[in-house]
């Protein structure tokens, strides 16, 4: 067993030095260094920037966009969406673990991997023919490489696998709302989540609610998602906006607030242009949280510097210790953000991670 990178250089094929997530190609041999994990994969849930653009490239078509997820795996080693950046993570059952893993993972166990597909050595082997290309899970098989620097969380056996997954794909985003929203004066905190309604949202909502703020302000995008949340006690206020539209997105953020902009704004939509929209609804010395991979750098800094913004702006780190606990137990805790996720992710195959194939709930 040869020696390993803890962060998975050894893996690299293309470009030569770069680290994983920027290579364009990586090696998924399946024998494994002896600091590196071999997982079984049974489900990859591919992030919703990346899904929305596959979709909207291929006007929808579903064998289209299977084929293309297919071709960018067997050319990149890795399933990295070329035009958006993004992965997503998986699910599986851990195979094989070198003697010198500090990730604690022992063979059998049911994981969700925690770091980005791409970065992650994977290698299909069903062609994804159980995919039909029209949602953001793939039920698959093949196997994935975790290194020695990377995370993995076992499933919890209380929530259908799916369900999970769909959790853990955006966990750094309910830590971060959590984290920024405490160390201001929460009860004078006033926070705007846009794209509210969606998975990253709702549980950025539930976040804000949990961490105290004053008032929270869920900006979604017509009247279902408005229906959706109504009634479910995660927003004070719900504001029908399109989130690419600076001036009206502002305006409407700002009446819900009394005229003043949020003191945290929170991008969680999946669509490129909503820089300047959660720049103008913030508050002079308010910050604004950038979790969706759909934002862009320059748009953000040269926008913010445009309007004069006296902005702090985050990149939303998929990473803050103790996230992917904290959102499933923000799901726990609440039944109305538990439906929402089920009505968005759907309740097929819904059977907690601890079943077999055969047993019923
Ligand atoms: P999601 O569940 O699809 O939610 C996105 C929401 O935005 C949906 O409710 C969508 O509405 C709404 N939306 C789309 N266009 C809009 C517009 N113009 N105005 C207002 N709302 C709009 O997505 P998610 O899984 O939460 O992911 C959100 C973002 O976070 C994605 O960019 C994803 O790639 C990113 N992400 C980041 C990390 C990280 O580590 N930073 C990790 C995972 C995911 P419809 O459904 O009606 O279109």
């Known amino acids: 067993m040869s020696t390993g990178s803890p962060v998975g250089s050894h893996r690299v094929v293309s470009p030569a030095g770069a680290l994983p997530q920027a290579a364009d190609r990586l090696d998924p041999d399946p024998d494994i260094a002896d600091d590196e994990v071999r997982i079984s994969v049974e489900r990859l849930n591919l992030d919703a920037a990346s899904y929305r653009q ?22 990149r080693g890795k399933m990295h969406n070329p035009v958006t950046g993004s992965g997503g993570m998986l699910i599986g059952t851990v195979d094989e673990v070198g003697p010198r893993s500090p990730l604690g993972l022992k063979a059998g166990q049911k994981v969700a991997t925690l770091v980005s597909l791409t970065l992650t050595p994977l290698h299909i082997d069903d062609d994804l023919a159980r995919w039909d290309g029209n949602s953001e899970q793939i039920p698959t098989s093949g196997h994935a ?60 909502l539930a976040a804000a609610r949990d961490a105290g703020a ?23 206020e719900i504001v029908i906006a399109d989130a690419t539209d600076p001036l009206h997105l502002a305006e409407k953020v700002e009446h819900a607030l009394d005229g003043r902009g949020a003191d945290v704004t929170v991008v969680c939509v999946d669509v490129p242009g909503c820089e300047h929209g959660a720049i103008l609804s913030t508050a002079a010395g308010g910050t604004v949280v950038f979790f969706s991979m759909a934002t862009s750098f320059t748009a953000a800094a040269l926008g913010a510097e445009g309007l004069a913004a006296d902005v702090e702006m985050l990149i939303g780190n998929g990473y803050v210790p103790g996230h992917a606990d904290y959102a499933l137990d923000l799901l726990r805790a609440n039944p109305h953000l538990k439906d929402l996720f089920i009505d968005r992710v759907g309740s097929a195959d819904a059977r907690p991670a601890g079943f077999a194939e055969g047993e019923s709930e």
């Open 54 to 75: 596959l979709r909207t490239a291929h006007g929808g078509d579903g064998e289209a966009v299977r084929a293309e997820v297919r071709a960018i795996i067997e050319r």
């Open 214 to 236: 004053a008032t929270v302000v869920a900006v979604v995008r017509d009247e279902i998602e408005d229906a959706c949340l109504r009634g479910s006690g995660l927003a004070d």
């Open 145 to 204: 490489i975790l290194f020695g620097r990377s995370i993995a969380a076992a499933l919890p056996s209380d929530l259908p696998e799916h369900l999970a997954l769909a959790v853990l794909d955006v966990c750094g985003a309910p830590a971060l709302v959590h984290r920024v929203v405490s160390r201001r004066a929460p009860a004078e905190t006033t926070v705007a989540v846009l794209g509210a309604a969606g998975k990253s949202g709702s549980l950025s």
